[in-house]
């Protein structure tokens, strides 16, 4: 992606004890502090694709039985 919003995406639960108490952490974008559990994470944004059983998935090769080709 080229740019950045600038603003930070916000998480609704934290992700380890589900509680909704979360606070922006540290200097870079998409780190969480969780205010119940005490625990800091981080979230990012990895990409968009398809699952590998949707109708659509490219068709991945696989190895013969038995051995490496």
Not at 16 to 29: I, K, R, V
């Amino acid at each position: 992606m080229s740019g950045d919003s600038g603003g930070r995406a916000v998480p609704y639960y934290c992700p380890f004890c589900a509680s909704e108490d979360l606070w922006p952490a540290g200097e870079t974008h998409g780190q969480w502090q969780c205010r119940s559990c005490t625990r800091t994470f981080a979230l990012r944004f990895v990409g968009l694709g398809l699952p590998d059983d949707a109708p659509d998935a490219p068709i991945r090769p696989t190895s013969a039985p038995g051995g490496s080709r």
